[in-house]
Every structure is written in structure tokens, then in C-alpha cells.
């Protein structure tokens, strides 16, 4: 490839691959992933799309990249998939993702809990870390980053094509850990990636009552986090970042750096009509 100059460049390009998932010999969905972590990806999946209620009932995931397949075994299987799985929504997600049903489906049922916080500087930190995390986006861009966090501590980092990939890769490696790291309250979620309506309601189906992202939010993801309780933060770089919702859950225990722009200042709370 030649750059701006005409001059010839050698960079990395990530590789992107399909990955049907079967259900009890019944084919599913195909998604389009890096594939770094297929199983916890299928896992996640499954579990976003509410087809499952415990990683109890998975019995095994097989996963065979001659053929590009992943073969999930349940131990009973799952009631009433042909009717749970015949309404797919087109959602925004890079590389075309898509849930079953309606994305407001059960959203009423969520129930965040309450007493989940997060310090702003411990914010400063989970956003300083993500800026220092030696990355695919860093080589080649091209990918979207999640990563999940307890206060400053990065326990996950992953990074695939589609930032819905990447949530449910999380949630899918949060179902296989003990209770205390499948707990949300002590967890933040961020990704690189808008905080839609798809990404705010996953996010809360793992018990995560705290999301933060480089980049803004929708209208709708805006409404869907104000209505579960979820406190939505984008536009975060450096010390700068909008807290759309809840603003309640963020503790400000720091004062920012002085000079950041009063329009869009750091700390600055979003209200809407």
C-alpha cells in the first residue's frame, strides 16, 4: 500500500473471520470476529441474547476454524428457540450486529444495583490505561475496544471488529469466573465504541450500573440508561468527559486539570429535556 506521499508502507491489517454458531445442531447466527476468544464470545452471545438464563446450561462449545463453526451442546436445550429467534433487529454495531426480539425486551426487569460507584479518579485512571494499553487499534485500527474494570484495575481487555463482539467476549469470560468477579456492583464497563442502546442494555444484563466511553451516546441509549439506572459517560479522554446520566453513581473525589474548555469541561453533566 502507498501512504499520502506515494511512498510504499508495510502495516498490519487485523484478520477477520466468520464464526456460525450452531445450537444443538441448529444453526444460529454468524458473526464476524479477530476470534481471539471464541468461546467466551459464543458464551456472551448466547447470554445477551437472554437464549440463556446460567452457563449451567451449556454442556460444552466446540469451536473448529477449518470450518469456521462453533458447536454449542445444551444440556436440555433451549424452549422455544425457533419462536425467541425469528425477530432479528439490525442494530448499529460495526460489522452489522444483530439481537433477537426487541432491543426494549425485558429492560423493565433490569434491576442495577444501587450502591454501585465509581470514583473520578479512578476514572482518570481507567482512561489513562486504556490510552497505554498496547492494542490492535494502535497497529492497524480497523477494531473497537472493551474492557472491564474493578475501581482502576483493568481485568479484561479485548478487542474484535464490532464493538458488540467485544461486550459480549466480557460477558461471556465474566459467566466462567467465581461469583465475586461475575458480581457488577464493583465494575465499570468501557469501550471505544457510542454508547447505544444495544451497548447500554447488554451492559446492564451483566449487572454493570457504570459505562464509559471515548465516544457519545445516542438518544436512545441515552433514554435506555436513564430508565435502568445505568450511569452513562462519554466523550473521556484525558480528564474531559460528559456524564449523560445518573450522575449520582460518580463520586468526585478529584478536581480536574485546570484549562479544560468550559463548554465540554471535565465533570461537565448532560441534562436533558
Given at each position: 500500500m502507498?501512504?499520502e ?18 445450537v ?15 468461546e467466551?464470545l ?13 452457563v ?18 445444551t ?5 422455544a428457540i425457533?419462536?425467541?429467534?425469528a425477530?432479528r433487529?439490525?442494530?448499529?454495531g ?16 433490569i434491576e442495577?444495583?444501587p ?7 479512578d ?13 490492535v ?13 474493578r475501581g ?25 469466573q467465581d ?5 457488577g456492583?464493583d ?11 444495544e451497548?447500554?442494555i ?7 450500573a457504570?459505562?464509559?466511553s ?5 438518544q436512545?441509549?441515552?433514554a435506555v ?32 486539570a ?9 465533570g461537565?453533566v448532560v441534562?436533558?429535556?
Amino acid at each position: 500500500m502507498h501512504d499520502e506521499f506515494g511512498q510504499p508502507r508495510e502495516i498490519a491489517i487485523p484478520a477477520e473471520r466468520d464464526l456460525t454458531i450452531y445450537v444443538d445442531r441448529r444453526e444460529l447466527v454468524t458473526l464476524m470476529t479477530l476470534g481471539a476468544h471464541p468461546e467466551w464470545l459464543v458464551l456472551g452471545y448466547l447470554r445477551n441474547q437472554r437464549l440463556i438464563g446460567s452457563v449451567d446450561e451449556i454442556e460444552s462449545i466446540t469451536v473448529d476454524w477449518e470450518v469456521g463453526a462453533a458447536a454449542v451442546r445444551t444440556r436440555h436445550g433451549i424452549a422455544a428457540i425457533e419462536d425467541r429467534t425469528a425477530r432479528r433487529v439490525v442494530t448499529t454495531g460495526c460489522g452489522q450486529g444483530s439481537v433477537f426480539g426487541g432491543l426494549m425486551d425485558m429492560v423493565d426487569r433490569i434491576e442495577l444495583p444501587p450502591e454501585a460507584r465509581l470514583r473520578q479518579s479512578d476514572l482518570y485512571q481507567i482512561v489513562r490505561q486504556i490510552r497505554q494499553q498496547d492494542s490492535v487499534y494502535k497497529q492497524a485500527g480497523s477494531v473497537h475496544g472493551c474492557a472491564l474494570f474493578r475501581g482502576p484495575e483493568l481485568l479484561l481487555f479485548v478487542e474484535d471488529v464490532g464493538r458488540h463482539n467485544a461486550v459480549d467476549t466480557i460477558a461471556g469470560w465474566m459467566w466462567l469466573q467465581d461469583a465475586t468477579a461475575m458480581r457488577g456492583d464493583d465494575k465499570a464497563f468501557y469501550t471505544t465504541g457510542r454508547l447505544t442502546s444495544e451497548m447500554v442494555i447488554k451492559s446492564a444484563q451483566m449487572g454493570i450500573a457504570v459505562v464509559v466511553s471515548r465516544s457519545g451516546t445516542t438518544q436512545m441509549g441515552l433514554a435506555v440508561a436513564e430508565q435502568v439506572g445505568l450511569c452513562a459517560i462519554g466523550r473521556a479522554t484525558n480528564e474531559r468527559f460528559l456524564c449523560f446520566s445518573h450522575p449520582q453513581r460518580l463520586l468526585r473525589d478529584v478536581e480536574p486539570a485546570v484549562g479544560a474548555p468550559a463548554a465540554l469541561g471535565a465533570g461537565h453533566v448532560v441534562r436533558t429535556a
